[in-house]
């Protein structure tokens, strides 16, 4: 049996898209990939981003919102940060093979209606969906 590819998400608050794309890699990546979340600020998964997961029939209501601190020395393939701050607040990662940024734009701040901030959330969704079937998927 081969090794599982190791994947770290990184976003400021561990609150949306990092916990979504742990979720889509666990779900879309299945037994290949090790898929975990962490944020520069632990805070909470946001029900709208579970509610965006549950749209396309993924359960992430068991995740939960971790620092970066219990990462850092830890053997990874890929440290993916998926929001600017992230990026740019970002420490080093020793044991980290790559280090990618995939800017993707905070839906949370579209706060016009339940409905406009949920299509947000999914809109987001579906573009991480998309990043990790392009540029994950095809290594593992």
């Given at each position: 049996?081969?090794?599982?590819?190791?994947?770290?998400?990184?976003?400021?608050?561990?609150?949306?898209?990092?916990?979504?794309?742990?979720?889509?890699?666990?779900?879309?990546?299945?037994?290949?990939?090790?898929?975990?979340s962490?944020?520069?600020?632990?805070?909470?998964?946001?029900?709208?981003?579970?509610?965006?997961?549950?749209e396309?029939?993924?359960?992430?209501?068991?995740?939960?919102?971790?620092?970066?601190?219990?990462?850092?020395?830890?053997?990874?393939?890929?440290?993916?940060?998926?929001?600017?701050?992230?990026?740019e607040?970002?420490?080093?990662?020793?044991?980290?093979?790559?280090?990618?940024?995939?800017?993707?734009?905070?839906?949370?701040?579209?706060?016009?209606?339940?409905?406009?901030?949920?299509?947000?959330?999914?809109?987001?969704?579906?573009?991480?969906?998309?990043?990790?079937?392009?540029?994950?998927?095809?290594?593992?």
């Amino acid at each position: 049996m081969t090794e599982k590819i190791s994947v770290l998400f990184l976003c400021t608050h561990n609150s949306a898209r990092s916990q979504m794309a742990e979720g889509l890699l666990r779900y879309l990546g299945g037994d290949l990939f090790d898929a975990f979340s962490a944020g520069t600020e632990k805070t909470f998964v946001k029900p709208v981003a579970i509610d965006a997961m549950a749209e396309m029939g993924v359960d992430i209501t068991s995740q939960e919102s971790k620092t970066l601190d219990q990462y850092v020395s830890r053997k990874l393939d890929y440290v993916i940060t998926v929001c600017d701050d992230a990026n740019e607040s970002c420490p080093i990662f020793p044991y980290a093979g790559k280090r990618l940024h995939w800017s993707i734009e905070d839906p949370s701040h579209v706060t016009v209606s339940p409905e406009k901030r949920l299509a947000a959330f999914i809109q987001a969704r579906d573009i991480l969906r998309e990043r990790i079937q392009r540029e994950l998927l095809t290594v593992g």
